[in-house]
């Protein structure tokens, strides 16, 4: 951890990848670059934030994200609490804010929140004494996730700059999406959004983005696709005629992927709805990364809670 700890890392929180620079991008790569090889390990654990106490606050369901977290925490020892919100206080009435410094006041050193509402872990960041990972609020960002989109991408490709990354989809409604333009921008790619009218948010040209609404003009020579699952549960009135229609102009096929580059990188996180927005034989084949994404959706959460509770500025060795 030399390269990291020279660095230093020094922010409290991980609230979204719009502030971060490239550098700190670069530490949080290179720290999960370096972790990935514990998890080939035949004991895949090792003492690096051994008495710290890390708690798991989601208020939205995930399955991904919540089980790498906490598989993360655990395979650098340290004490994961995961907080069912539907068995918790929070249907007796009690407050957000008031969980939170509940949860403070038995000395909790990470607090890792997925909210519906966005903003919400910047104000439990900004009065909470632990640090706070945001897992996902509203439509606004999805750091983590970005973070291992761009870890899986450099991983392949051997940098970012310059690459042609195309996000198809509901890019009105989508964190990731965002987290991902802020992300691969700043690291030097160029940046494409696709999807109907009524997905594409008004002024996204201003993120520095290139908007098509035609998937094969989108995708025309893009050396990585993102693809996104269409968010039934956030979508309210008529986007779009049909998930049938849907797929006939904006769902990634074998005959679309001809317009991309021979050794394209398809991407995905998930869920999937497969034969809407991704073919099987798409999400299936040979140039599909999704789960190199969720195997190192383990090592980029291993790497934030390390940076963020300490590991660059003491020294911590594992």
Known sequence: MDRVAQKGWWRKDLLGIQDLSREEIEIILDTAESFKEISTREIKKVPTLRGKTIVHLFYEPST??????????KRLSADAVNISVSTSSVVKGETLL??????????????????AAAGTPHMLAEVLPASVINAGDGFREHPTQALLDMLTVRERRGTLEGLRLTIVGDI????????NIYGFRTMGAKVRVVGPAT????GVEELGVEVFYDLKEGIREADVIMMLRIQKERLQGAFFPSEREYARFFGLTLEALKEARPDVLIMHPGPMNRGVEIAPEVADGPYSVILDQVTNGVAV??????????GARIGVAH
Request: aromatic residues 4%; glycine residues 2%; without cysteine.
């Open 172 to 179: 009105a409604h989508s964190r990731v999406a965002r987290s």
């Open 64 to 73: 991904r994200t919540r089980t790498s977290f906490e598989i993360a925490a």
């Open 199 to 202: 997905m594409i948010p008004v």
């Open 98 to 115: 008031d969980t939170a410094r509940n949860l403070q006041a038995m000395e909790l050193d990470v607090l890792v929140i997925r909210h």
């Open 301 to 310: 959460r291993m790497a934030v809670l390390y940076l963020l509770t300490g």
